[in-house]
T-cell receptor
Framework: ETGVTQTPRHLVMGMTNKKSLKCEQH?????MYWYKQSAKKPLELMFVYSLEERVENNSVPSRFSPECPNSSHLFLHLHTLQPEDSALYLCASSQVPTSGGYNEQFFGPGTRLTVL | KNQVEQSPQSLIILEGKNCTLQCNYTVSPFSNLRWYKQDTGRGPVSLTI?????NTKSNGRYTATLDADTKQSSLHITASQLSDSASYICVVHTDKLIFGTGTRLQVFP
């Protein structure tokens, strides 16, 4: 195990539902990330939180809403999703680098989301 | 445009055989390159990281090479095992992380 857990592991929801994905890291890291992984596409970075502040939002639709209440927990709130949002959603954590760039990220197992 | 391309898209080999996965990138400026292994149903796990000045780095049966002049990297797996069946993702770090689409490796007995 990498020290990053995600729940639920699988989620099926309708387009009108509201659900949340949860991520927890036990590594003492201070940066957390949400990624979307679709079949045959590169990982897409969605959100970055550094020291509990959102520092990057890569033009993600507003139907995805992140929340980072503390350095160990990260949520992704979902509402009125579309079928094309079906994908594997990965959470990762790392230490904030002291001189810019990216340190190694440790990934959770992901949540497989299906939107009907 | 910053891109990372991996080949082949998928690969099937017999247990015990060697294989090489390729990663070509058009990324600038270059900071480092990582290879990740992603087992089915799990998140990616880092195998190696290589900086501009490193040509080769090994991690057990995995050996990564980097040619910064031609902007190519390879991941060589020696004496493959069934547990090597996974997707292998090349990630190049510039001012952001650029991910490849991965190579899906299947090892059969």
């Amino acid at each position: 195990e990498t020290g990053v857990t995600q729940t639920p592991r699988h989620l099926v929801m309708g387009m009108t539902n509201k659900k949340s994905l949860k991520c927890e890291q036990h590594l003492g890291h201070n940066a957390m990330y949400w990624y979307k992984q679709s079949a045959k596409k590169p990982l897409e970075l969605m959100f970055v939180y550094s020291l509990e502040e959102r520092v990057e939002n890569n033009s993600v639709p507003s139907r995805f809403s992140p929340e980072c209440p503390n350095s160990s927990h990260l949520f992704l709130h979902l509402h009125t999703l579309q079928p094309e949002d079906s994908a594997l959603y990965l959470c990762a954590s790392s230490q904030v680098p002291t001189s810019g760039g990216y340190n190694e990220q440790f990934f959770g197992p992901g949540t497989r989301l299906t939107v009907l | 445009k910053n891109q990372v391309e991996q080949s082949p898209q998928s690969l099937i080999i017999l247990e015990g055989k060697n294989c090489t996965l390729q990663c070509n990138y058009t990324v600038s400026p270059f900071s480092n390159l990582r290879w990740y292994k992603q087992d089915t149903g799990r998140g990616p796990v880092s195998l190696t990281i290589m900086t501009f000045s490193e040509n080769t780095k090994s991690n057990g049966r995995y050996t990564a090479t980097l040619d910064a002049d031609t902007k190519q990297s390879s991941l060589h797996i020696t004496a493959s095992q069934l547990s090597d069946s996974a997707s292998y993702i090349c990630v190049v770090h510039t001012d952001k992380l650029i991910f490849g689409t991965g190579t899906r490796l299947q090892v059969f007995p």
